[in-house]
């Protein structure tokens, strides 16, 4: 299990683009899909008050939405 989760809804390029820049600097991650699992979704509620995805919750704190970089 990673320290890191990234929630998610199905179809969102952001979140594909978040896989790809975790991806490319070697970071692991739970992915928690928010339209499917009622607590995942209160959980990003919780990060993100307007639910934006992806939403990355880490050691280091929380990163909502994704424009690139990494």
Do not use: N
């Amino acid at each position: 299990m990673s320290d890191r989760i990234m929630y998610v809804k199905p179809g969102c390029p952001y979140c594909q683009s978040a896989r790809e820049g975790l991806t490319s600097h070697g970071l692991d991650w739970e992915e928690r899909d928010a339209t499917v699992d009622e607590g995942w979704k209160r959980e990003l509620f919780e990060h993100s008050p307007r639910g934006v995805v992806p939403t990355i919750v880490a050691p280091d704190g929380v990163t909502v939405g994704w424009e690139g970089g990494g």
